[in-house]
């Protein structure tokens, strides 16, 4: 995994870790940190967010040998 991919991946978790706030709490994180939903820089983290839940999404499509996994072998015995 990139560092691009893993910096997305932590932005992914982020999102919806405030979203799981909004959800259950009705508390955003982001914008209590930030400055409110409007301010700058809580609009910037809210685009990040969602540009990095698009990079995730090739990870969705990504062969499970790319993504370092790998099949368990049979046992042959």
Known sequence: MSGIQRAALVLTIIGAVNWGLIGFFQFDLVAAIFGGQNAALSRII???????????LGLLFKPAAELGRTEPKPDMR
């Open 46 to 56: 809210y685009g990040l967010v969602g540009i990095a839940g698009l990079i995730n």
